[in-house]
């Protein structure tokens, strides 16, 4: 039978540390740590002269401890007759200035101002179990009754949010000091450990009430205290070391392949994020060499949101090529300096250990990996914040092939990248060069400043836009018949505005409507993007669900292909691209009647979840007959094509070579109507349309 209890309530009843210690007898029940474990801080607030009341003592050694190392001054009570009677008789002969009382702490017989420091070892989580929290106010205000002025309660806890609370809360009021130290468990120990840490609550009781609460956590036992303003952040810090110290056994007792756990480590002083860490272990059964245990994979800055880094596929992808039995991958954040790979190392070192496999030594060197040794390069140029989207940066990143790019990203989601596109040194032609996998070194800085560099309207960074461009093949887009046939466009999403853009500059005879929910992208887009509307491209704003139904309404106008890029600000649902209502039946029948006969919708989705996935495809084939998808390499994301007409092609071996000849004639029409500025497109319409799926 345990003799854990099986309720919370249970542990706030005489009646159950009478049975408790009734069965447990004369082995001494060490709750939350013995004296060695704890010594530390007590020391650090209880001096050896002090008058000590420890409250609900038990049959624990901590008290003989003490009083073996000078303690002479304890008065130990416990509201279980049996317990006490029994320290009695086990310390009468060797320690008979050790007391012991049967004594409930909610009312204790002792004068105000007796005491100069309280222990408790685990009865305030007991206790506060019981009537809401009734008793445990109760033995607080009785601990704030005996101590002296600038006593102090020292309190040993798992600090349960609705313990740690009732307590600080209390004290706050009465305007004492608090502070709280994690105590984290040794390495190697962690098979043996609770996997919560312990704690240690300090509240000092002061002559004159603080007006303004202190408030402070410290990391170990002489863990420099870090300063908090309000009851919240405290608890919130707590939440963080508990999570830590699971996530911490976690890993130190176990793999799993499939866990992708990872934390967030912050800067101690500004409390800013400052590391995320990722751990991918390697598949059970793997061929690991016996040097390859545990590795640091550092993430170049600009490059965390790269499919490599930033999704479980990728991750796992790199974790097998690096082939260590467990990889942490390291990305740095924004807003925040790195002086070098070395100092990295130095800052990540004390604490990678932690994050070791089982079976690693504490003093095991670990191999610090990256990209050709750089720790990349990102210089923020604009930030603002929006009101239908929140706080936005503008930043330029050098790439992993080398070359410069600027990137929009939303702060609320910070590993999705909105908009990117490639820099080149203004009033030169951009290269042909298109953006290649292949990791090279990166330089430290660019060669040229922020001020002469500008957009290369020619290069589209996001696969998914040049998929939707080469869709204008299935319309004969650069054949001899279209030669003067004009092609309208409707594009629901700005963003940086180089899929637009790159329509006007590079389609002939086209027209582009962009609509865009948000005034600031569009402003976000001229001032960072080179975003130039003119005659044939204008934009308008306003909700683009609300636009298609007006123009649906209004009549007589139709579009040669419409499409759909704009992302869902909704994380909780399993699709990110489009808004779960630009997929709904209404919608899809507006947008097909928008279009022409020949006319083709372009959806770009990003849907993890299949289910959804296929629900979204019924409904968009009870409208368009005709659905081919493109899966974008190393993305979620895929392009949906769709058209009115009925398809004669039952597979994708029938498609491909009707488009071959189409595809052709879109590539040649896209170079020769290039602007004289740029030596673009860098886009291969062929390539793109390979492994098209019929749905």
């Known amino acids: 039978m345990s003799l854990l209890p099986r309720t919370a309530e249970e542990f706030s009843s005489a009646e159950y540390w009478e049975r408790f210690f009734k069965k447990r007898g004369e082995k001494s029940f060490e709750w939350y740590g013995d004296y060695n474990k704890l010594c530390g801080v007590l020391h650090k607030y209880i001096k050896v002269q002090d008058t000590v009341l420890v409250v609900g003592c038990g049959n624990s050694e901590l008290s003989e401890q003490m009083y073996d190392v000078g303690y002479k001054n304890l008065t130990n009570i416990d509201i279980s007759e049996t317990v006490v009677s029994h320290m009695n008789q086990r310390n009468a002969e060797r320690r008979p200035g050790l007391t012991f009382q049967q004594v409930d702490a909610t009312q204790t017989p002792y004068e105000d101002a007796s005491y100069q420091a309280t222990l408790d070892k685990g009865t305030l989580d007991a206790m506060a179990s019981e009537e809401e929290g009734a008793l445990a106010r109760s033995m607080l205000t009785e601990v704030g009754r005996v101590l002296r002025v600038g006593g102090r309660y020292v309190c040993v806890t798992l600090a349960q949010e609705s313990v740690i609370r009732l307590a600080v809360e209390h004290f706050v009021q009465l305007g004492w000091a608090v502070r709280m130290h994690c105590l984290q468990e040794e390495r190697g120990k962690e098979e043996d450990s609770f996997a919560l840490p312990v704690f240690v609550l300090v509240c000092t009781k002061f002559r004159q009430p603080m007006p303004t609460p202190i408030l402070e956590m410290c990391l170990g036992e002489d863990g420099a205290p870090t300063r908090l303003t309000q009851v919240a952040e405290l608890l919130s810090a707590v939440r963080e070391h508990q999570a830590y110290s699971v996530l911490r056994k976690r890993l130190r007792t176990g793999t799993d392949a499939c866990s992708n756990l990872s934390l967030t480590l912050c800067h101690v002083k500004t409390g800013l994020p400052r590391y995320t860490l990722t751990v991918q272990d390697s598949p059970p059964g793997a061929k690991v060499p016996r040097q390859h245990q545990f590795a640091i994979f550092i993430v170049p800055q600009g490059s965390e949101t790269a499919w490599l880094y930033s999704s479980s596929e990728g991750r796992k992808q790199l974790a097998a090529s690096a082939n260590f039995r467990r990889l942490v991958i390291v990305a740095m954040h924004r807003n925040q300096e790195y002086t070098d790979m070395l100092a990295v190392q130095s800052e990540l070192s004390p604490v990678v250990m932690d994050l070791a496999p089982p079976g690693i030594p504490a003093n095991q060197q670990v191999p610090f990996l990256s990209v050709g040794g750089d720790l990349g390069w990102r210089e923020e140029v604009s930030r603002g914040v929006s009101e239908l989207s929140g706080e936005y940066c503008v930043e330029n990143v050098k790439g992993e092939d080398g070359q410069l790019y600027r990137r929009l990203v939303f702060l609320s989601n910070a590993a999705l990248v909105q908009s990117e596109s490639r820099l080149v040194p203004t009033n030169t032609p951009s290269s042909h060069k298109k953006k290649t996998k292949k990791k090279v070194k990166p330089t430290a800085a660019p060669t040229a400043s922020p001020a002469s560099l500008s957009v290369d309207s020619g290069f589209l960074c996001c696969a998914h836009h040049e998929v939707m461009v080469a869709s204008l093949a299935m319309l004969g887009v650069g054949t001899p018949q279209s030669k003067d046939v004009p092609l309208s466009v409707l594009l629901v999403g700005l963003g940086g505005g180089g899929l637009p853009q790159f329509l006007r500059d590079f ?189």
Request: aromatic share 4%; charged share 25%; glycine share 6%.
């Open 507 to 695: 389609v002939p005879n086209v027209t582009v409507e962009v609509v865009e929910l948000d005034p600031m992208v569009l402003e976000v887009a001229k001032e960072w993007f080179g975003f130039r509307p003119d005659d044939r491209l204008i934009v308008t704003l306003g909700d683009g669900l609300e636009r298609i139904s007006a123009l649906e309404e209004e009549g007589g106008r139709l579009f040669d292909v419409i499409m759909f890029d704009v992302d869902s600000k909704d994380s909780t649902v399993g699709m990110s691209c489009p808004p779960a209502a630009f997929v709904q039946s209404s919608i899809l029948q507006k947008v097909c009647k928008l279009l022409t006969p020949r006319g083709v919708f372009a959806l770009n989705l990003v849907c993890r979840d299949s289910a959804l996935r296929k629900s979204v495809l019924e409904r968009v084939s009870a409208v368009f007959p005709t659905i081919l998808s493109k899966s974008i390499e190393e993305e979620v994301n895929e392009v949906l094509l769709c058209s009115r007409g009925e398809s004669q092609a039952s597979d994708a071996a029938r498609i491909h070579p009707s488009l071959h000849g189409a595809a052709s004639s879109l590539q040649t029409a896209l170079c020769a109507n290039r602007p004289a500025t740029s030596t673009g497109p860098h886009i291969d319409i062929a390539e793109l349309l390979k492994d098209l799926k019929v749905e």
